[in-house]
């Protein structure tokens, strides 16, 4: 493709008023050429030319230079990097060739910071005695010892993993060339085994979390399992983030996950009216009449219930099933104001479901016009569109009864007009339809306007996922979910991943429960 030729830069004082509406012309002509290069990409499939902004460095150099007899720009003044620095060993060190009648004028500090990386192996020497009464006393290893690898090591073979997303044959190559004796089959027992704790740990996260949130962001991605297709789903918000993996996806697997840990199915009046809403036959509606306010204790006892009903069909053993899981949740205290923010998957439409604008407006964006004007009313509605989304966000921080109004009237106006693309107000009425659910943010000004947190958190998993992966084990698999959600908890309240890990390996258990962590935080 031919490259468009840049502009000459013609001085000021060179430019008559031929030569200024010439160069006018061109760079029209240059700006209608990218256009039609950039509709052409788009209709092969292709990327058109990325939108490159200036850089704000210069423009923050000029907007924040003051003149104070420096030169500088306020805030460009050193400051000292090691006044802070924990020092663990100081070396003095004289000059070569004092001359004599020298007089010492104090020290130079030079700071460097550095990493002992080496091997240390103990021997703890167990002193055996025997008492008069011929019995046996042997010395205690420390609390912190559990096994032939030390506690320093564990954390690392565990963050390394959890962390730095290094798989298990890598970890083994570095630790050979460290001079650790250790096997296969000994790093992968590190990895999965003996983890209860942690596990017991990361499903408490998420009854703390749904007991303290008013919103969650709800996401899932793929996780093949063992060889086959299977799902992660993510839940969490700026306090926490809890994954699972699961070999299906849909709302009664949904219904399930926030039962944290429940495993009843609860018949009551928020039950049977999620059943009528969903469309269940009158005929079997009535059937459930008969033991409305009725718990059963799990899947089984549910299932044979069904089948003493008569409820066979595919489609209405899905909806009673959703309904009485839905019923179990409130049951058990689920908060009925929480608000779920998800991409518009259907599985997570349930109770209060808001919708992320940013995957919205992406229906918008994919669109490609067949001729100029199809273009211009694209644009031009997806110009109102991001014009909305700012006034949404003004909203938020100071929601107003008139600017609700307002923003509703808005949104009507926007998402019911008439474009000259069949495509455009196909994709217009489906937004409309989704009302509700895009301006729930009208009524709970503090949930959020878009996905991006549930997105960035499972990113975390997709990243594990791509370099080590499918699990073979359920243990692999459950510990995937469970550093997972450990690690990027960690994070959002600020803690380091290292110290916990090493915390929880030694059994000092100097942090605090990440679960009573996060309720203190709302507390």
């Given at each position: 493709?031919?490259?468009?030729?840049?502009?000459?830069?013609?001085?000021?004082?060179?430019?008559?008023?031929?030569?200024?509406?010439?160069?006018?012309?061109?760079?029209?002509?240059?700006?209608?050429?990218?256009?039609?290069?950039?509709?052409?990409?788009?209709?092969?499939?292709?990327?058109?030319?990325?939108?490159?902004?200036?850089?704000?460095?210069?423009?923050?150099?000029?907007?924040?230079?003051?003149?104070?007899?420096?030169?500088?720009?306020?805030?460009?003044?050193?400051?000292?990097?090691?006044?802070?620095?924990?020092?663990?060993?100081?070396?003095?060190?004289?000059?070569?060739?004092?001359?004599?009648?020298?007089?010492?004028?104090?020290?130079?500090?030079?700071?460097?910071?550095?990493?002992?990386?080496?091997?240390?192996?103990?021997?703890?020497?167990?002193?055996?005695?025997?008492?008069?009464?011929?019995?046996?006393?042997?010395?205690?290893?420390?609390?912190?010892?559990?096994?032939?690898?030390?506690?320093?090591?564990?954390?690392?073979?565990?963050?390394?993993?959890?962390?730095?997303?290094?798989?298990?044959?890598?970890?083994?190559?570095?630790?050979?060339?460290?001079?650790?004796?250790?096997?296969?089959?000994?790093?992968?027992?590190?990895?999965?085994?003996?983890?209860?704790?942690?596990?017991?740990?990361?499903?408490?996260?998420?009854?703390?979390?749904?007991?303290?949130?008013?919103?969650?962001?709800?996401?899932?991605?793929?996780?093949?399992?063992?060889?086959?297709?299977?799902?992660?789903t993510h839940i969490g918000n700026e306090l926490f983030a809890w994954f699972q993996s699961t070999e299906k996806k849909n709302r009664i697997n949904f219904l399930e996950l926030l039962r944290a840990g429940h495993s009843d199915y609860v018949v009551n009046l928020e039950a049977v009216n999620y059943m009528k809403a969903q469309g269940l036959p009158v005929i079997q509606l009535a059937k459930f009449d008969a033991f409305c306010e009725a718990s059963f204790e799990n899947l089984p006892k549910w299932e044979e219930k069904l089948e003493t009903l008569h409820i066979t069909d595919e489609r209405h053993v899905r909806i009673a099933t959703e309904g009485a899981l839905l019923g179990s949740l409130l049951e058990h205290g689920f908060n009925k104001e929480l608000v779920i923010v998800s991409d518009d998957a259907g599985q997570f439409n349930v109770l209060l479901h808001a919708l992320c604008w940013i995957h919205a407006e992406g229906s918008i964006n994919k669109l490609v016009g067949l001729n100029s004007k199809q273009t211009e009313d694209i644009e031009e509605i997806r110009g109102k569109i991001w014009d909305?989304?700012?006034?949404?966000?003004?909203?938020?921080?100071?929601?107003?009864?008139?600017?609700?109004?307002?923003?509703?009237?808005?949104?009507?106006?926007?998402?019911?007009?008439?474009?000259?693309?069949?495509?455009?107000?196909?994709?217009?009425?489906?937004?409309?339809?989704?009302?509700?659910?895009?301006?729930?943010?009208?009524?709970?000004?503090?949930?959020?306007?878009?996905?991006?947190?549930?997105?960035?958190?499972?990113?975390?998993?997709?990243?594990?996922?791509?370099?080590?992966?499918?699990?073979?084990?359920?243990?692999?698999?459950?510990?995937?979910?469970?550093?997972?959600?450990?690690?990027?908890?960690?994070?959002?309240?600020?803690?380091?991943?290292?110290?916990?890990?090493?915390?929880?390996?030694?059994?000092?258990?100097?942090?605090?429960?990440?679960?009573?962590?996060?309720?203190?935080?709302?507390?």
């Amino acid at each position: 493709m031919i490259a468009i030729p840049k502009l000459p830069d013609i001085p000021e004082d060179q430019r008559t008023e031929v030569v200024g509406t010439l160069l006018e012309v061109i760079r029209r002509q240059q700006e209608t050429l990218q256009q039609l290069r950039d509709e052409i990409a788009r209709l092969k499939g292709q990327k058109p030319k990325p939108t490159i902004k200036p850089s704000k460095l210069e423009q923050g150099l000029q907007n924040n230079q003051k003149d104070d007899g420096t030169g500088k720009r306020p805030g460009s003044l050193k400051r000292s990097k090691t006044e802070e620095l924990q020092i663990h060993d100081t070396k003095k060190i004289r000059p070569e060739g004092i001359p004599p009648g020298s007089r010492f004028k104090g020290y130079q500090d030079y700071v460097v910071q550095d990493v002992l990386m080496k091997l240390h192996n103990t021997k703890y020497r167990l002193e055996n005695w025997q008492t008069p009464d011929n019995e046996y006393l042997i010395g205690k290893l420390p609390e912190e010892v559990k096994s032939h690898f030390g506690s320093t090591l564990i954390t690392y073979i565990l963050h390394q993993y959890c962390h730095a997303h290094v798989t298990q044959p890598l970890i083994l190559e570095q630790l050979l060339e460290f001079g650790v004796d250790i096997s296969t089959g000994q790093i992968n027992r590190i990895i999965t085994e003996g983890k209860e704790e942690l596990h017991f740990e990361k499903d408490e996260i998420l009854k703390a979390g749904l007991e303290v949130s008013g919103h969650i962001n709800v996401d899932d991605t793929g996780a093949r399992h063992q060889g086959r297709n299977g799902f992660c789903t993510h839940i969490g918000n700026e306090l926490f983030a809890w994954f699972q993996s699961t070999e299906k996806k849909n709302r009664i697997n949904f219904l399930e996950l926030l039962r944290a840990g429940h495993s009843d199915y609860v018949v009551n009046l928020e039950a049977v009216n999620y059943m009528k809403a969903q469309g269940l036959p009158v005929i079997q509606l009535a059937k459930f009449d008969a033991f409305c306010e009725a718990s059963f204790e799990n899947l089984p006892k549910w299932e044979e219930k069904l089948e003493t009903l008569h409820i066979t069909d595919e489609r209405h053993v899905r909806i009673a099933t959703e309904g009485a899981l839905l019923g179990s949740l409130l049951e058990h205290g689920f908060n009925k104001e929480l608000v779920i923010v998800s991409d518009d998957a259907g599985q997570f439409n349930v109770l209060l479901h808001a919708l992320c604008w940013i995957h919205a407006e992406g229906s918008i964006n994919k669109l490609v016009g067949l001729n100029s004007k199809q273009t211009e009313d694209i644009e031009e509605i997806r110009g109102k569109i991001w014009d909305f989304y700012a006034a949404l966000k003004d909203y938020k921080r100071d929601p107003s009864k008139q600017e609700k109004v307002l923003l509703e009237k808005r949104f009507d106006e926007i998402f019911t007009s008439k474009a000259s693309c069949v495509s455009l107000n196909l994709a217009l009425q489906r937004l409309y339809n989704n009302k509700r659910e895009l301006l729930l943010v009208l009524e709970h000004p503090e949930i959020p306007l878009h996905n991006n947190l549930s997105e960035n958190d499972i990113r975390e998993y997709v990243k594990k996922r791509k370099i080590s992966g499918s699990t073979r084990s359920d243990s692999g698999r459950r510990c995937r979910d469970t550093f997972t959600s450990l690690k990027k908890t960690c994070r959002k309240l600020g803690i380091s991943f290292w110290e916990y890990l090493k915390d929880r390996v030694t059994g000092r258990n100097a942090i605090a429960r990440l679960p009573d962590l996060i309720r203190s935080h709302t507390s």
